[in-house]
């Protein structure tokens, strides 16, 4: 496991108990998933890598648009749906025929995988990584080990 990997599963552990509070990232105060992801990158990087513009719980779900996969797109790089590690940052699309709106960083893998995450009315958790929450994953990134 490369040391970006190990950091980014250290940092998001010490973000469990967080309360979920949509669009604020902030350890111990609030944050959406989103929110931890943006956490841990600074704490990786220094400083966030674009301004997030507002957003409303549903993602840009009625234009249809993949809004965080662009932005995983921009920032991540791209690893094998089939080949899980550690420090994954994963995608999950909740639904069938709806955008993917939910991210998690893998910290085990199997047979006891889970992923921390923020859960609405659960706060920032440790989730055990079950077939159907595996099923809903449609992409995996990896943070990279350095930005430019």
Not at 33 to 42: A, I, N, S
Not at 85 to 106: C, E, N, W, Y
Not at 116 to 142: C, D, M, T
């Amino acid at each position: 496991m490369s040391t970006v990997s190990r950091r980014s599963i250290q940092i998001a552990r010490r973000w469990i108990g967080t309360p979920y509070r949509h669009q604020a990232t902030h350890e111990g105060i609030g944050c959406d998933c989103l929110g931890l992801l943006r956490g841990v990158w600074r704490e990786l990087y220094g400083a966030e890598p674009e301004v997030v513009p507002a957003y409303t719980s549903d993602w840009a779900e009625p234009q249809h648009e993949e809004v965080l996969w662009a932005a995983a797109l921009r920032h991540l790089t791209p690893r094998p749906l089939d080949h899980p590690k550690p420090g994954d940052v994963v995608l999950f699309r909740m639904r069938d025929s709806t955008i993917a709106k939910h991210l998690g960083i893998q910290a085990e893998l199997s047979p006891a995988a889970t992923f921390l995450h923020a859960y609405a009315q659960h706060g920032v958790i440790e989730s055990p990584l079950s077939a159907p929450w595996a099923r809903k994953i449609v992409a995996r990134f990896e943070f990279p080990e350095e930005v430019i």
